[in-house]
């Protein structure tokens, strides 16, 4: 049975690509650079990470590679964070700031010192100690947080994120870092395992391969793998070896196959009992392994008459078995394939022996040479079966298993093919395009079937494998997954469902693919480069040479395609430059391992396992790199899928994880042992490394124990232990590391201290669990070396203390309490104690008042919270000394050496030391909600709990109780104002935020007020203001007016206003603005409020308001003249005479205050220019004459001539150069004559400087820019001559509307009008000029230069001489517009007008050439002035020649298009009218048509000699208008107009076409032949219907045009006759037909 759409397929080169749905992880995949993008960006970041390491590990290494990395870190970080930094905390002068920074210095301190480590906050200094200032700058205590420098460690880590990438161990890589990189894209030496093992089989080769075996057997051609290893020979003989290397059987001696030419291809049953063997001459012989004697079936080629009559399916004689296999578990089915791309499935019929059996075959693929060529007519292109195979059965029974699928790989397509119960196609796809053009044509596949997993697959979660094939054409590879889908009838086979997953592109051909394992590829390219991929991500692990194994490989393709090579077309890019030999027959995988068939031996090669290479690392003396690379392969960071490991984590952590840890017991022991014997290279950086690669594997695999039960005893016993804690230490920070044993913990003090790293051993201290701490050792060791930090945490967290910390940081503060000269004699922020210790004490109290462990950050728990805060606030506010702790005795005192403790010791003492800070604290304090009146605080209400002392007090304490306290303790007589400053302004600010829980009497908050107001230092200034503002929100003094005066003092200017503006006392408010030097912009803002019309203000408060804008007008303009016109005109329009007169006269503010009134911006305008008076608009052109004298010319221009006074604005405007304008205002005045007059002297005076300016060029060439000078002035002299023709043609336009009006009588021809008489004037000076100034600068003089040695002319005399001329030229060119135009008026006698122009221009020109004629000493000058007279008439001439050449180019273009859209046909859709149906051209059509259309030609070609015969007689006597022709038109491109075959009798001139109006694809051309008079002549025959026209729509629809007028009456409504109203054009065509199917 013959398989159709596999043949018909192949031949197709047409045949529809496979398109990729892609999953996830095969769209990844879908190149090579996208496969191993990501292996290549591990390779990058590894590269980084190493390279910063190294840098560190060049520098000096006192502190340890971790340390410098975690203090840059930290450097960073505040330099970037402004909240965590110095910055962030309040800052006031006195205080060293380098004493504050949160940078750790790995600097030694000196011996004795007490400065901690960073401070917790950038804290102020003492602002109430005599002979200190104010604080400046300000430090707002009260908008700002305290923060610490010891916070969340989430951002201090300075180690890699993932153990995989890990940097280098020394400053040359390790070899490991090998197996993260793609071979080949590393410069780094190969690793020291073997990436495959191979084992050359010496016995099998002395047996195959000797001279003795080739002359026996014959020469190895082919080989097959499964239990045995099989080779096929050249003598048609089989080889079978057992993997003990012996030969177990000789097959085919003695039998047909030995006559059959050698072994083409060879196959092994599923059961491993069959062998089947494919030869050269198309015979395939299968053998039972248990008798060789003969063979168990015998299929063989196609005889003569087999080939004759086609009686059944074979291969063709004499035409190779190129592969060959067996259909699951069967030992009678095979299918094969040969070199001519033919396939067949061989089904053997039981029987008893090779006689009583029958073999039935079936092509699946492929034609026979005699068949005949497809319907199509396409040519067949030469095929070729390049790969082959039969899906093998695997584990677990599915349905494909009998359905007996085999794939095959052609040049043009992959066919898959199911044979059992009947050949079928099951899937094809076509060659990708991803596939180079003109490259080695190659084709490989191979299956992998469907397997039972362990464990569930990660991506599908199945517990079952899906079958899939992995194909390739020349360099793209793709994955195939293969679904089966039941059907409903369990007797049919299921549905298969094919989808390419994943697709890789290498960088050359592949000849060879296998699968080595479930997950794991092996490609051999066409240069025997074996590549390793895994299947999921298509990433390439390994890749090394096999040149050297001189692998077999044989051309069998290319003959087939020998043609198909030899006629490339370049221009077909799916075509091939080269077909590539095969090597499928050498290149095999079984059970993991590669078989490779060579040209001298057979080999089997292993890829080496995860534990071979970390043996092979130890091996080599890498141990750093092993423990780096177990680590990765614990992880899955490494490539586990190549090595052996599974995916699931679970079972590789089980694989690994014992591996890891022996692997660090025995590097550890080793390293020791060799730094014990004096090895040199294991050095403390030695050390450090594997130090830091066990930490990291430690907390890879979850075992920290290990650190500390047996690594740390080994840096101990050695006396290096502190290189392992400098290890610790980001691990600690980190928190990855909490809990560190105590012994550790002593020598982590040790070691930090004697290094000088105190700030570093606080916050390491501060990241540890207290339970494991020495509690005395820590705590001794805190104060000891100034570790105020580290010791409140430890109090707080070891032993919730709260109160001793404090009491610690208060004992520091007892000299200043006992000794106040003590203050007085130095800078107490100089002292440790007091500049940097004792602060720690506010931001200490504002942590734990709200609820925040000190120093980190984190929240407290509520309960121990609540216990914290109480005893803070007992100790506080309690009013007494204390003995602390409880039941010791001991009290502690803040003055030792008195008798008597005051009241409120503790908080006084603080209060004293520094109140800003402490009162900032306590501001945190306030937004707790500790201190609210909570029932469950009420001593009363109880808690069921029985509390000790501080905690009932605690409770007890609210914000009413600590103002309170405050207000009592903080009186002047005690404290300085520069300290009670701080706490009005609490109060100030906590009012208006808690009014529910404070009640302040009014005469205390007029205290606070007037403390407010009377502020020490000007630094303070805008926080006192800030402060009274939050009072005055909530508190109104009964008496504000008393409070005005201290406002004023103070400056408070935003309380003024507010109170001006609420008792609408605007003339105070307005004045209130001007004296704020902060608020200057509002100023406008004030005044529009104040005096706009809803304000309702009486006529005293706008008189004040005009008062106080009079005295401050002058500051008002100088603040922004634009806005202040703009404010004034729009509000106090009376108040400008006296603002102007205001400002100093001529002064440019009054300059730029009037533009803004009369030119102002059109968006912000309110008021138009024209309602001010003259003075101000001449004042204006005054002041514009000196500030921008370019823009009085334009100005003057736009106003009314009547605003404006000659006798005043002339001098200045004469004074200041700006003759345009003058003439402008001259002309407006009707002084035109004497306009000109002025216009000439300035042209003259002009022509003068450039004359002396060229005569003194030698002088003034070291001063000035001779050169830059002449052409400014010659530009002048352009611009006041076009000022001249400007006054001309004004003129002229007056006096035509005077002859029009008048209808004056025209000037004789001698005599010159007014007009005229300025064009002469204006002529005559530009041509004198010319003249004049030609002589001094014209080419033909000697050229000046400069005096020095340098030939450079200065003047550029040619340009010059240009721009002279130009004058000439732009004058007469206006002249000859003006005068061309004077037509433009209606007149009824067009001729005389135009003449009456021409006139004046001969006038004009012969009044002229009469003046040059007199003035002239020679002919030449007057020739010249003729010349550039007559080069504007050709300037003018070739502009025109230039447009109409211009506009008949594009005017040829466009009707190039149209007559190429004519030409060009229209093929109607069918052959059928689309209305009745009847066949209407081509076969079958009724009519002669052939006749009718000869009858029409010859009428035709008489038509066209009678009207030669015409031409040729009225030839010679005039213009012949010849009758209209039949034309073809088209419109718009979208059709044509055609006569079709069966146009029918048409007589002359009747036809007629339809054209487009504009409107595309639902119009059509039609062309219509109508049948004339004798139409009975021709067209029409017996029983036959007349011929008529038809219409071909530009949608390609045919009609009679009979049938379409009758449609579109019908629609018209106007019947079914076709004889209705026919709409013609103005060109006398017929409308458009509209198809009346597309509209």
Same mark, same amino acid.
């Given at each position: 049975m013959s398989l159709r759409s596999p043949e018909r397929g192949d031949g197709a080169a047409s045949m529809e690509e496979d398109h990729l749905d892609l999953s996830p992880e095969g769209d990844a995949a879908s190149s090579d650079e996208e496969t191993i993008k990501p292996e290549r960006e591990h390779e990058e970041l590894s590269d980084i990470v190493e390279e910063r390491t190294s840098v560190i590990f060049d520098q000096p290494t006192e502190n340890g590679v971790i340390a410098n990395r975690y203090r840059q870190l930290l450097r960073d970080r505040d330099d970037v964070s402004e909240e965590g930094s110095a910055e962030g905390l309040p800052r006031r002068a006195g205080s060293p700031i380098d004493? #504050?920074?949160?940078?750790?210095?790995?600097?030694?301190?000196?011996?004795?010192?007490?400065?901690?480590?960073?401070?917790?906050?950038?804290?102020?200094?003492?602002?109430?100690?005599?002979?200190?200032?104010?604080?400046?700058?300000?430090?707002?205590?009260?908008?700002? &947080?305290?923060? !610490?420098?010891?916070?969340?460690?989430?951002?201090?880590?300075?180690?890699?994120?993932?153990?995989?990438?890990?940097?280098?161990?020394?400053?040359?890589?390790?070899? +490991?870092?090998?197996?993260?990189?793609?071979?080949?894209?590393?410069?780094?030496?190969?690793?020291?395992?073997?990436?495959?093992?191979?084992?050359? #089989?010496?016995?099998?080769?002395?047996?195959?391969?000797?001279?003795?075996?080739?002359?026996?057997?014959?020469?190895?051609?082919?080989?097959?793998?499964?239990? !045995?290893?099989?080779?096929?020979?050249?003598?048609?003989?089989?080889?079978?070896?057992?993997?003990?290397?012996?030969?177990?059987?000789?097959?085919?001696?003695?039998?047909?196959?030995?006559?059959? *030419?050698?072994?083409?291809?060879?196959?092994?049953?599923?059961?491993?009992?069959?062998?089947?063997?494919?030869?050269? +001459?198309?015979?395939?012989?299968?053998?039972?392994?248990?008798?060789?004697?003969?063979?168990?079936?015998?299929?063989?080629?196609?005889?003569?008459?087999?080939?004759?009559?086609?009686?059944?399916?074979?291969?063709?004689?004499?035409?190779?078995?190129?592969?060959?296999?067996?259909?699951?578990?069967?030992?009678?089915?095979?299918?094969?394939?040969?070199?001519?791309?033919?396939?067949?499935?061989?089904?053997?019929?039981?029987?008893?022996?090779?006689?009583?059996?029958?073999?039935?075959?079936?092509?699946?693929?492929?034609?026979?040479?005699?068949?005949?060529?497809?319907?199509?007519?396409?040519?067949?292109?030469?095929?070729?079966?390049?790969?082959?195979?039969?899906?093998?059965?695997?584990?677990?029974?599915?349905?494909?298993?009998?359905?007996?699928?085999?794939?095959? #790989?052609?040049?043009?397509?992959?066919?898959?093919?199911?044979?059992?119960?009947?050949?079928?196609?099951?899937?094809?796809?076509?060659?990708?395009?991803?596939?180079?053009?003109?490259?080695?044509?190659?084709?490989?596949?191979?299956?992998?079937?469907?397997?039972?997993?362990?464990?569930?697959?990660?991506?599908?979660?199945?517990?079952?494998?899906?079958?899939?094939?992995?194909?390739?054409?020349?360099?793209?590879?793709?994955?195939?997954?293969? =679904?089966?889908?039941?059907?409903?009838?369990?007797?049919?086979?299921?549905?298969?469902?094919?989808?390419? &997953?994943?697709?890789?592109?290498?960088?050359?051909?592949?000849?060879?693919?296998?699968?080595? !394992? &479930?997950?794991?590829?092996?490609?051999?390219?066409?240069?025997?480069?074996?590549?390793?991929?895994?299947?999921?991500?298509?990433?390439?692990?390994?890749?090394?040479?096999?040149?050297?194994?001189?692998?077999?490989?044989?051309?069998?393709?290319?003959?087939?395609?020998?043609?198909?090579?030899?006629? #490339?077309?370049?221009?077909?890019?799916?075509?091939?430059?080269?077909?590539?030999?095969?090597?499928?027959?050498?290149?095999?995988?079984?059970?993991?391992?590669?078989?490779?068939?060579?040209?001298?031996?057979?080999?089997?090669?292993?890829?080496?396992?995860?534990?071979?290479?970390?043996?092979?690392?130890?091996?080599?003396? =890498?141990?750093?790199?092993?423990?780096?690379?177990?680590?990765?392969?614990?992880? *899955?960071?490494?490539?586990?899928?190549?090595?052996?490991?599974?995916?699931?984590?679970?079972?590789?952590?089980?694989?690994?994880?014992?591996?890891?840890?022996?692997?660090?017991?025995?590097?550890?022991?080793?390293?020791?042992?060799? &730094?014990?014997?004096?090895?040199?290279?294991?050095?403390?950086?030695?050390?450090?490394?594997?130090?830091?690669?066990?930490?990291?594997?430690?907390? !890879?695999?979850?075992? $920290?124990?290990?650190?500390?039960?047996?690594?740390?005893?080994?840096?101990?016993?050695?006396?290096?232990?502190?290189?392992?804690?400098?290890?610790?230490?980001?691990?600690?920070?980190?928190?990855?590391?909490?809990?560190?044993?105590?012994?550790?913990?002593?020598?982590?003090?040790?070691?930090?201290?004697?290094?000088?790293?105190?700030?570093?051993?606080?916050?390491?201290?501060?990241?540890?669990?207290?339970?494991?701490?020495?509690?005395?050792?820590?705590?001794?060791?805190?104060?000891?070396?100034? $570790?105020?930090?580290?010791?409140?945490?430890?109090?707080?967290?070891?032993?919730?203390?709260?109160?001793?910390?404090?009491?610690?940081?208060?004992?520091?503060?007892?000299?200043?309490?006992?000794?106040?000269?003590?203050?007085?004699?130095?800078?107490?922020?100089?002292?440790?104690?007091?500049?940097?210790?004792?602060?720690?004490?506010?931001?200490?109290?504002?942590?734990?008042?709200?609820?925040?462990?000190?120093?980190?950050?984190?929240?407290?728990?509520?309960?121990?919270?609540?216990?914290?805060?109480?005893?803070?606030?007992?100790?506080?506010?309690?009013?007494?000394?204390?003995?602390?702790?409880?039941?010791?005795?001991?009290?502690?005192?803040?003055?030792?050496?008195?008798?008597?403790?005051?009241?409120?010791?503790?908080?006084?003492?603080?209060?004293?030391?520094?109140?800003?800070?402490?009162?900032?604290?306590?501001?945190e304090a306030f937004e707790d909600s500790f201190l609210n009146d909570s029932q469950e605080k009420q001593l009363n209400g109880g808690t069921g709990k029985d509390l000790p002392e501080e905690q009932i007090f605690g409770l007890t304490v609210d914000r009413q109780y600590v103002v309170s306290i405050l207000l009592e303790i903080m009186n002047p007589n005690d404290f300085a104002p520069e300290d009670t400053i701080y706490l009005d302004m609490f109060i100030a600010r906590n009012l208006p935020k808690f009014p529910q829980y404070l009640l302040i009497p009014g005469s205390t908050l007029d205290k606070v007020l007037t403390g407010l107001c009377e502020f020490p230092g000007m630094d303070l200034a805008e926080d006192a203001q800030l402060s009274a503002e939050y009072l005055l929100s909530i508190y109104q003094p009964p008496d504000i007016s008393r409070m005005i005066p201290l406002f004023k003092k103070a400056c408070f200017y935003r309380i003024l206003k507010r109170i001006y503006r609420n008792d609408k006392q605007y003339g105070k408010l307005l004045q209130t603005y001007f004296e704020d030097p902060e608020d200057q912009t509002e100023i406008f803002e004030c005044i529009a409020e104040c005096l706009q019309p809803q304000a309702g203000l009486t006529k005293k408060q706008v008189h004040d308001v005009h008062d106080v804008i009079k005295e401050h007008s002058r500051e008002l303009v100088e603040l922004d003249p634009v806005r202040a016109a703009q404010t004034i005109a729009t509000y106090a329009p009376d108040l400008h005479r006296f603002i102007l007169d205001s400002l100093d006269e001529g002064s440019e503010l009054q300059y730029e205050y009037l533009k803004a009134l009369l030119e102002p911006d059109t968006e912000t305008s309110e008021q138009p220019a024209s309602t001010y008076d003259r003075d101000f608009i001449e004042l204006y052109v005054q002041l514009m004459c000196k500030y921008n004298s370019s823009h009085v010319s334009d100005y003057v221009g736009i106003v009314q001539a009547t605003n404006l006074r000659l006798d005043k604005l002339l001098p200045t405007m004469e004074d200041t150069g700006v003759i345009d304008a003058v003439v402008i205002l001259m002309a407006r005045e009707g002084q035109v004559q004497d306009a000109m007059s002025r216009l000439t002297r300035h042209l003259e005076t002009l022509e003068s400087a450039l004359q002396g300016l060229v005569a003194n060029t030698d002088e003034n060439a070291d001063e000035l820019d001779v050169k830059e000078a002449a052409e400014e002035l010659l530009r002048g002299l352009q611009k006041y001559t076009h000022v001249g023709i400007w006054l001309c043609q004004g003129q002229m336009k007056t006096s035509k509307k005077l002859n029009g009006i008048g209808r004056r009588s025209s000037p004789s021809p001698s005599d010159l009008s007014p007009e005229e008489a300025l064009w002469l004037e204006l002529i005559d000076t530009t041509v004198q000029i010319t003249r004049r100034l030609s002589s001094v600068v014209a080419p033909s003089k000697s050229i000046k230069v400069s005096s020095s040695s340098s030939p450079t002319p200065v003047l550029d005399s040619d340009k010059l001489v240009a721009l002279l001329r130009s004058l000439v030229q732009h004058t007469f060119t206006a002249l000859m517009t003006a005068t061309s135009t004077q037509s433009g008026t209606p007149s009824n006698n067009r001729l005389v007008t135009t003449s009456g122009g021409s006139l004046t221009f001969l006038r004009i020109l012969r009044a002229f050439l009469t003046r040059a004629a007199r003035t002239s000493p020679n002919l030449a000058d007057l020739r010249a002035v003729l010349t550039s007279i007559f080069s504007a008439y050709a300037y003018e001439e070739s502009i025109l020649r230039l447009s109409n050449r211009l506009l008949e180019q594009q005017l040829f273009v466009n009707v190039k298009e149209a007559v190429e859209l004519r030409q060009r046909g229209w093929r109607p859709r069918g052959s059928t009218c689309e209305a009745c149906g009847k066949r209407v051209w081509g076969p079958g059509v009724a009519g002669n048509v052939f006749e009718a259309w000869e009858e029409r030609q010859a009428i035709e070609n008489k038509k066209r000699e009678e009207k030669k015969a015409a031409q040729a007689a009225a030839r010679g006597i005039g213009k012949v208008v010849s009758p209209p022709e039949e034309e073809s038109y088209k419109g718009k491109g979208k059709g044509k107009s055609t006569a079709a075959p069966t146009a029918g009798p048409n007589g002359p001139s009747s036809s007629q076409e339809q054209m487009a109006n504009g409107k595309q694809d639902t119009q059509s051309l039609a062309v219509e032949a109508t049948a004339n008079g004798n139409g009975d002549a021709y067209g029409r025959r017996k029983d036959q219907q007349p011929l008529g026209p038809l219409v071909v729509l530009a949608c390609r629809h045919i009609y009679h045009k009979a049938c379409l007028d009758a449609l579109q009456a019908k629609q018209r409504g106007e019947g079914d006759d076709g004889h209705g109203h026919r709409e013609v054009d103005e060109f006398g065509r017929e409308a458009v037909y509209r198809c009346p199917i597309d509209g």
């Amino acid at each position: 049975m013959s398989l159709r759409s596999p043949e018909r397929g192949d031949g197709a080169a047409s045949m529809e690509e496979d398109h990729l749905d892609l999953s996830p992880e095969g769209d990844a995949a879908s190149s090579d650079e996208e496969t191993i993008k990501p292996e290549r960006e591990h390779e990058e970041l590894s590269d980084i990470v190493e390279e910063r390491t190294s840098v560190i590990f060049d520098q000096p290494t006192e502190n340890g590679v971790i340390a410098n990395r975690y203090r840059q870190l930290l450097r960073d970080r505040d330099d970037v964070s402004e909240e965590g930094s110095a910055e962030g905390l309040p800052r006031r002068a006195g205080s060293p700031i380098d004493s #504050l920074l949160s940078v750790p210095d790995d600097s030694p301190s000196l011996a004795g010192s007490m400065i901690s480590s960073v401070g917790s906050s950038r804290v102020p200094s003492l602002a109430s100690r005599p002979g200190l200032s104010s604080p400046t700058p300000s430090f707002r205590p009260f908008d700002r &947080r305290f923060q !610490s420098r010891i916070s969340s460690p989430s951002a201090l880590s300075p180690r890699p994120t993932s153990p995989a990438f890990l940097t280098g161990h020394s400053r040359q890589a390790s070899m +490991s870092s090998q197996f993260l990189l793609e071979s080949g894209e590393t410069e780094t030496p190969t690793p020291p395992w073997e990436v495959v093992r191979w084992t050359k #089989l010496k016995k099998l080769n002395a047996q195959a391969f000797s001279e003795a075996g080739k002359r026996s057997f014959g020469s190895p051609t082919c080989l097959a793998v499964s239990a !045995s290893i099989v080779l096929g020979t050249s003598k048609g003989i089989i080889l079978m070896f057992d993997y003990n290397q012996n030969l177990k059987m000789i097959i085919g001696p003695g039998t047909k196959a030995v006559e059959s *030419g050698p072994i083409t291809a060879i196959a092994i049953s599923a059961d491993y009992t069959t062998i089947a063997g494919g030869h050269a +001459s198309g015979n395939i012989f299968t053998w039972d392994t248990s008798r060789v004697s003969r063979p168990f079936l015998h299929i063989p080629p196609l005889d003569a008459p087999q080939l004759q009559h086609r009686t059944m399916d074979g291969h063709m004689p004499n035409v190779s078995i190129t592969h060959l296999g067996f259909l699951g578990t069967r030992h009678t089915a095979l299918v094969s394939a040969d070199d001519h791309g033919m396939a067949f499935s061989h089904l053997a019929t039981r029987g008893t022996g090779a006689l009583g059996r029958t073999v039935k075959t079936t092509r699946i693929l492929g034609r026979y040479p005699d068949a005949p060529p497809p319907q199509s007519g396409k040519p067949l292109k030469p095929s070729t079966v390049l790969a082959f195979s039969p899906l093998p059965l695997g584990n677990v029974e599915r349905a494909t298993d009998s359905m007996g699928l085999t794939a095959m #790989l052609t040049p043009y397509l992959l066919v898959i093919v199911s044979t059992t119960p009947i050949a079928q196609t099951q899937h094809k796809s076509a060659r990708p395009k991803d596939v180079a053009p003109h490259s080695a044509m190659t084709g490989c596949l191979a299956w992998f079937p469907a397997v039972k997993l362990k464990v569930p697959d990660s991506n599908t979660g199945s517990t079952m494998s899906k079958v899939k094939l992995v194909y390739c054409w020349s360099n793209v590879l793709t994955v195939l997954d293969v =679904d089966e889908i039941p059907t409903e009838d369990k007797d049919k086979p299921p549905i298969l469902k094919f989808k390419a &997953r994943s697709r890789w592109k290498c960088e050359e051909a592949i000849v060879a693919v296998q699968w080595l !394992s &479930r997950s794991v590829l092996t490609v051999l390219t066409i240069t025997q480069r074996l590549i390793v991929l895994e299947d999921r991500s298509m990433r390439m692990t390994e890749a090394f040479d096999l040149i050297h194994k001189y692998i077999y490989h044989a051309d069998l393709f290319s003959t087939q395609l020998h043609n198909l090579v030899e006629q #490339l077309d370049e221009d077909d890019t799916s075509m091939h430059g080269v077909v590539a030999d095969a090597f499928y027959m050498s290149f095999k995988t079984y059970r993991g391992r590669i078989f490779l068939l060579g040209f001298n031996d057979v080999s089997i090669g292993a890829l080496s396992n995860w534990a071979d290479r970390l043996f092979a690392l130890m091996e080599n003396g =890498d141990y750093i790199g092993a423990i780096q690379l177990a680590t990765s392969y614990y992880t *899955g960071d490494a490539n586990k899928l190549t090595v052996g490991l599974p995916e699931d984590a679970t079972l590789r952590h089980q694989m690994v994880r014992d591996k890891v840890m022996e692997l660090m017991s025995a590097s550890i022991r080793y390293v020791f042992d060799q &730094r014990q014997k004096g090895v040199t290279s294991v050095d403390d950086q030695h050390l450090r490394q594997i130090a830091e690669t066990c930490f990291i594997a430690c907390e !890879s695999v979850g075992d $920290l124990d290990f650190l500390f039960d047996e690594m740390y005893e080994w840096y101990e016993d050695t006396g290096v232990e502190g290189i392992f804690l400098e290890v610790l230490e980001p691990y600690i920070l980190e928190k990855t590391i909490s809990t560190i044993p105590p012994t550790a913990v002593k020598a982590l003090v040790t070691h930090y201290v004697s290094k000088g790293w105190e700030s570093r051993l606080e916050e390491i201290i501060c990241h540890m669990e207290t339970a494991t701490l020495d509690i005395d050792q820590v705590t001794t060791l805190c104060k000891q070396h100034g $570790l105020y930090d580290a010791l409140i945490y430890v109090w707080n967290q070891a032993l919730s203390d709260y109160i001793t910390p404090l009491i610690d940081l208060l004992t520091l503060l007892i000299p200043l309490v006992q000794n106040s000269d003590y203050a007085s004699s130095r800078n107490l922020m100089e002292d440790e104690n007091y500049g940097v210790n004792a602060l720690k004490m506010f931001p200490y109290l504002s942590y734990t008042l709200t609820g925040r462990i000190y120093p980190n950050g984190e929240r407290m728990e509520d309960e121990v919270a609540s216990k914290a805060k109480a005893e803070i606030y007992w100790f506080l506010f309690s009013g007494k000394s204390i003995a602390w702790p409880k039941g010791s005795g001991k009290t502690f005192l803040t003055r030792p050496t008195e008798r008597e403790e005051p009241s409120f010791p503790y908080l006084r003492m603080i209060l004293q030391y520094d109140a800003p800070s402490f009162l900032s604290a306590l501001n945190e304090a306030f937004e707790d909600s500790f201190l609210n009146d909570s029932q469950e605080k009420q001593l009363n209400g109880g808690t069921g709990k029985d509390l000790p002392e501080e905690q009932i007090f605690g409770l007890t304490v609210d914000r009413q109780y600590v103002v309170s306290i405050l207000l009592e303790i903080m009186n002047p007589n005690d404290f300085a104002p520069e300290d009670t400053i701080y706490l009005d302004m609490f109060i100030a600010r906590n009012l208006p935020k808690f009014p529910q829980y404070l009640l302040i009497p009014g005469s205390t908050l007029d205290k606070v007020l007037t403390g407010l107001c009377e502020f020490p230092g000007m630094d303070l200034a805008e926080d006192a203001q800030l402060s009274a503002e939050y009072l005055l929100s909530i508190y109104q003094p009964p008496d504000i007016s008393r409070m005005i005066p201290l406002f004023k003092k103070a400056c408070f200017y935003r309380i003024l206003k507010r109170i001006y503006r609420n008792d609408k006392q605007y003339g105070k408010l307005l004045q209130t603005y001007f004296e704020d030097p902060e608020d200057q912009t509002e100023i406008f803002e004030c005044i529009a409020e104040c005096l706009q019309p809803q304000a309702g203000l009486t006529k005293k408060q706008v008189h004040d308001v005009h008062d106080v804008i009079k005295e401050h007008s002058r500051e008002l303009v100088e603040l922004d003249p634009v806005r202040a016109a703009q404010t004034i005109a729009t509000y106090a329009p009376d108040l400008h005479r006296f603002i102007l007169d205001s400002l100093d006269e001529g002064s440019e503010l009054q300059y730029e205050y009037l533009k803004a009134l009369l030119e102002p911006d059109t968006e912000t305008s309110e008021q138009p220019a024209s309602t001010y008076d003259r003075d101000f608009i001449e004042l204006y052109v005054q002041l514009m004459c000196k500030y921008n004298s370019s823009h009085v010319s334009d100005y003057v221009g736009i106003v009314q001539a009547t605003n404006l006074r000659l006798d005043k604005l002339l001098p200045t405007m004469e004074d200041t150069g700006v003759i345009d304008a003058v003439v402008i205002l001259m002309a407006r005045e009707g002084q035109v004559q004497d306009a000109m007059s002025r216009l000439t002297r300035h042209l003259e005076t002009l022509e003068s400087a450039l004359q002396g300016l060229v005569a003194n060029t030698d002088e003034n060439a070291d001063e000035l820019d001779v050169k830059e000078a002449a052409e400014e002035l010659l530009r002048g002299l352009q611009k006041y001559t076009h000022v001249g023709i400007w006054l001309c043609q004004g003129q002229m336009k007056t006096s035509k509307k005077l002859n029009g009006i008048g209808r004056r009588s025209s000037p004789s021809p001698s005599d010159l009008s007014p007009e005229e008489a300025l064009w002469l004037e204006l002529i005559d000076t530009t041509v004198q000029i010319t003249r004049r100034l030609s002589s001094v600068v014209a080419p033909s003089k000697s050229i000046k230069v400069s005096s020095s040695s340098s030939p450079t002319p200065v003047l550029d005399s040619d340009k010059l001489v240009a721009l002279l001329r130009s004058l000439v030229q732009h004058t007469f060119t206006a002249l000859m517009t003006a005068t061309s135009t004077q037509s433009g008026t209606p007149s009824n006698n067009r001729l005389v007008t135009t003449s009456g122009g021409s006139l004046t221009f001969l006038r004009i020109l012969r009044a002229f050439l009469t003046r040059a004629a007199r003035t002239s000493p020679n002919l030449a000058d007057l020739r010249a002035v003729l010349t550039s007279i007559f080069s504007a008439y050709a300037y003018e001439e070739s502009i025109l020649r230039l447009s109409n050449r211009l506009l008949e180019q594009q005017l040829f273009v466009n009707v190039k298009e149209a007559v190429e859209l004519r030409q060009r046909g229209w093929r109607p859709r069918g052959s059928t009218c689309e209305a009745c149906g009847k066949r209407v051209w081509g076969p079958g059509v009724a009519g002669n048509v052939f006749e009718a259309w000869e009858e029409r030609q010859a009428i035709e070609n008489k038509k066209r000699e009678e009207k030669k015969a015409a031409q040729a007689a009225a030839r010679g006597i005039g213009k012949v208008v010849s009758p209209p022709e039949e034309e073809s038109y088209k419109g718009k491109g979208k059709g044509k107009s055609t006569a079709a075959p069966t146009a029918g009798p048409n007589g002359p001139s009747s036809s007629q076409e339809q054209m487009a109006n504009g409107k595309q694809d639902t119009q059509s051309l039609a062309v219509e032949a109508t049948a004339n008079g004798n139409g009975d002549a021709y067209g029409r025959r017996k029983d036959q219907q007349p011929l008529g026209p038809l219409v071909v729509l530009a949608c390609r629809h045919i009609y009679h045009k009979a049938c379409l007028d009758a449609l579109q009456a019908k629609q018209r409504g106007e019947g079914d006759d076709g004889h209705g109203h026919r709409e013609v054009d103005e060109f006398g065509r017929e409308a458009v037909y509209r198809c009346p199917i597309d509209g």
